[in-house]
């Protein structure tokens, strides 16, 4: 298991967007439910192409997992 990933170091967040794509992610773990909505704000454009593919989509639901 990825030492940075478990345990109590990093929360982790699951984002739903737009285009039918997910992502989970790591967060701080001193952030709270709050912070992290508020971050992955409904209705907020990410870009979640890679390299030279540019591919904005907006989050459509956040799913906190830890």
């Known amino acids: 298991m990825d030492p940075n990933y478990g345990g ?3 929360r982790a967040v699951k984002v739903f967007y737009s285009n039918g794509d997910s992502t989970t992610t790591s967060m701080a773990k001193d952030l709270t ?7 992955f704000r409904i ?3 990410f870009n979640v192409g890679s390299g030279e593919h540019d591919k904005m989509a907006k989050v459509i639901r956040v799913k906190i997992l830890r």
Do not use: A, C, M, S
């Open 8 to 10: 109590d170091k990093l």
């Open 33 to 39: 439910d709050k912070q992290i909505k508020d971050y």
């Open 43 to 45: 209705g907020k454009t």
